[in-house]
C-alpha cells in the first residue's frame, strides 16, 4: 500500500501544478509571453506526473489483487 499512497500524494501534486500553473496562464493572457510559455510547459508536466502517478497506483491495486488471490 506504501506506493498506491506515494502515487496518490504524486498525484495530489500534480494536480496543484496544474491549477496554479492554469492560474499563471489565466492572468498572463496578453501580457508576457515567456510566463505563458513557462505555465503551459507547467501544464504539461503535471499532466505527464498525474499520468504516471496513475500508472503507479492502477498497478498497485492490481498487485494488491493478485497478492489476495494467491493467498486464498
Known amino acids: 500500500m506504501i506506493a498506491f499512497n506515494t502515487a496518490a500524494a504524486g498525484a495530489l501534486n500534480a494536480t496543484r ?8 496562464v489565466a492572468q498572463s493572457a496578453g501580457n508576457d509571453t515567456t510566463d505563458l510559455i513557462g ?10 506526473a498525474f499520468s504516471a502517478n496513475l500508472a503507479v497506483m492502477k ?3 492490481q498487485m494488491t489483487g493478485r497478492l489476495l488471490d494467491m493467498k486464498i
Open 59 to 61: 498497478t498497485a491495486e
Open 17 to 24: 501544478m496544474f491549477d496554479r500553473a492554469a492560474t499563471k
Open 39 to 48: 505555465a503551459v510547459v507547467d501544464q504539461s508536466q503535471a499532466r505527464t
